[in-house]
């Protein structure tokens, strides 16, 4: 019987056993409820069709010496498997034949899987442990397979000659993570089937796991499955344990420093295993609503930085040396993770209504840009300039004023020597070609503020003056109406004449 796979053997001489079959059996019998008719036979076997029975077995030697005709033009008509069982073999040797070859047959499927989540195990050991277990899952069910964080992170996809289908991917990935699906959910993409599993740590989704087989998938295809799940899951959760008491050891480690006991956070870094401490640090303050310093660093990481300085990057994340107290969040950077990043060239606006904050509206009232305010980060920050360890805590508080004091959406820096500072600044505002925010700052300081004669000493619009002032405190990253810069800044412009 090619390409038939059999659910049993059942023996029955009743004339319609349909009541005791689940269907996939081969039904053995000595011909008894044929009837002897050709109609009872054609009738016998439309009901085992009807019951899904795979085949027929004919006894002969009992009550039938040969194969009614009758009953091979009926199985024939319903494609039913029509067998003989030879004169003297007993029912009992088909059977136990059948159950020998399944028994065997399962056996090597058991020892096959348990060989496949062996080796899925243990490269989920392995330190490159998310693609060797992608590859493996991908292998054994003869497709591909790829893992989605739920984070948006980079996904892993094997064979990579698959990379082609991650944008689909992540499309319904995204979907399903909205809409917190803690279930399996099959898609179909490019007219083939897609299971999606989500990993879940807790009630909280880490990521999802797409496979593509091409095939129905068997028991033991989706035993391999739940293993690589619960693998995936277990790594998850080591990671996030890993990296919660890494987080609250290099936190206690970052307080004894910014607190002066330096030697003391050695002591306790070399002990917990955080590794040696950088020689020399930039300490980082931006403010935080919640204290999640994750998030934190994601956002202050792209904030511009005064003069094309470094920026932070990608050193806010691997800061194993970081803590949120007071309403801002507190990070010591090694300076040797610093990367430049460019800040974006402020525009120069020519009179009218302001299309960001600053403005009036038609009304009279302020206006400010929605697409401006949604895109700008509303914490500000600030950092010092790079300094031996040991040197750290004497930055702080004026770390700490800076941050709280530093405009939203912009990375300022702090500096022992204010009017050297200034004097930075300055340059700055002459350097700047498009307008001369040199002269519309020094006259706004000169009239502490005051827009309408700032503007009839300008000779300009005051649209245009507001539109200069908030082009130059986003060029500085300050405000000028903090009493300080105000101040600072006051005495460099004195200084060169203006």
Known sequence: MPGVQLSGVHVSELEDPTAYLEGGELLLTTGIPLGGTAATASEYVRRLAARGVAALGLGLGEGLDSVPPALIEACAGERLELMVVPDGVPFLDVSRAFWDLAGRSGQADLIAGLGTQTALARAAMRPDALPSVVQGLAQALGGWAAYLPADGGAETIWPTGSAALLPHLREETARLNRAGAHSAATFWLHGSPVVEYPILVGRRIEGFLAIGSGRTLAKADRQIIMTVCV???????????????????????????????????????????????????????????????????????????????????????????????????????????????????????????????????????????????????????????????????????????????????????????????????????????????????????????????????????????????????????????????????WLALRRRGL
């Open 231 to 489: 693998l995936l899951a277990l790594k998850a959760q080591q990671h996030e344990e890993l990296t919660g008491t890494s987080a609250v050891l290099g936190s206690a480690v970052a307080k004894l420093i910014v607190r002066g006991h330096v030697e003391a956070a050695r002591l306790l870094a070399a002990d917990v295993g955080l590794g040696p401490l950088p020689e020399r640090v930039r300490m980082l303050a931006a403010r935080t609503e919640n204290g999640d310093l994750r998030a934190l660093a994601a956002t202050v990481a792209g904030l511009p930085a005064e003069d094309g300085a470094p920026g932070p990057g990608a050193a806010l994340a691997v800061s194993r040396l970081r803590f949120a107290e007071d309403g801002l969040g507190f990070f010591l950077l090694d300076t040797t993770d610093l990367v430049p990043i460019a800040a974006p060239e402020p525009e120069e606006y020519d009179g009218g209504l302001l299309p960001w904050e600053g403005g009036p509206d038609a009304a009279g009232g302020e206006q400010s840009s929605p697409s401006d305010a949604a895109e700008r980060p509303r914490t500000g920050a600030a950092w010092t300039e790079p300094v031996p360890l040991a040197d750290a805590a004497s930055q702080a508080a004026v770390l700490r004023r800076a941050a709280l004091q530093a405009p939203a959406g912009r990375l300022v820096g702090t500096s022992g020597d204010e009017d050297s500072r200034a004097e930075r600044w300055a340059d700055a505002l002459a350097g700047y070609q498009r307008a001369d925010l040199l002269g519309a700052v020094a006259a706004y300081l000169r009239r502490r503020g005051h827009w309408e004669d700032t503007a009839r000493d300008l000779a300009i619009h005051r649209n245009s003056l507001r539109h200069r002032i908030a082009v130059a405190q986003r060029l500085l990253g300050v405000s000028l109406d903090d009493p300080d810069t105000a101040a600072h800044l």
